[in-house]
């Protein structure tokens, strides 16, 4: 976890406040909508879409990947019909995700200049009820593990909300090209004993919450184009 863990959380104004519980009820909606949220709490995670036997074990970047020893976790990916130097720019401009990406209220780098190994940045998105957690906005701390340009980014950190907290999420993403545009593959751990104390639930919210950025990204680059997709 970075040593700089936020001790608390600050007071959002009541538009905000708002704001996040709409974006919590969403996120909520798209669960129930897939069959992923039960009411009893007894949920499964939605397959991801992991395609095919390109997929041969963890998604690592520069050697490192997510962490072996978590309960909850998720992949998946999607193919993007737009330029590499497009998808990857829009997914490490991370101040700007919350122009493009529903669930982000709020992100702020830590430090100046492109995204690098030892960024950090802080972000905040909603989390829905469950029948262990309320419903909260995260602060998330992140900080960039490893990246290298076109190709990978990891970062780890904690997601702090009133009443619920992970003590470690750890986050991989890849970009391949591929005929016709770039394959986007990503993975993704939780670690802590409130998430782990009802692990199909954490990992259908964690599921949920990944295949909706993909999705994001792939019309927000697509939208973008820029240029031939090879």
């Not at 529903?102 to 200049?113: E, F, I, M, N």
């Not at 939780?190 to 950025?213: C, F, H, N």
């Amino acid at each position: 976890m970075p040593s700089n863990s936020p001790s608390a959380l600050p007071v959002q104004p009541p538009r905000r406040q708002s704001r996040a519980r709409l974006r919590a009820g969403a996120i909520t909606a798209s669960l129930a909508a897939v069959g992923i949220l039960a009411g009893t709490g007894s949920a499964q995670a939605a397959p991801a879409r992991t395609g095919a036997a390109h997929h041969t074990g963890p998604l690592r970047c520069q050697g490192k990947g997510v962490d072996p020893t978590a309960l909850i976790r998720y992949r998946s990916d999607i193919v993007i019909k737009a330029p590499l130097r497009t998808v990857f720019a829009l997914q490490t401009d991370v101040e700007r995700w919350p122009s493009w990406q529903a669930p982000v209220l709020s992100a702020k780098r830590l430090d100046s200049g492109p995204l690098r190994k030892g960024s950090q940045f802080r972000w905040t998105t909603p989390a829905p009820a469950t029948p262990t957690t309320p419903d909260t906005t995260l602060e998330i701390t992140s900080t960039v593990r490893q990246l290298r340009p076109g190709d990978c980014v990891r970062w780890s950190g904690p997601a702090i909300g009133d009443g619920l907290r992970i003590d470690e999420g750890v986050h991989v993403w890849t970009f391949t090209k591929v005929e016709g545009g770039v394959r986007v593959q990503t993975e993704e751990t939780w670690t802590g004993a409130q998430v782990e104390a009802d692990v199909p639930t954490a990992t259908a919210i964690l599921g949920a919450g990944l295949e909706q950025w993909l999705r994001e990204l792939k019309a927000t680059a697509e939208a973008r184009g820029g240029g031939p997709c090879a």
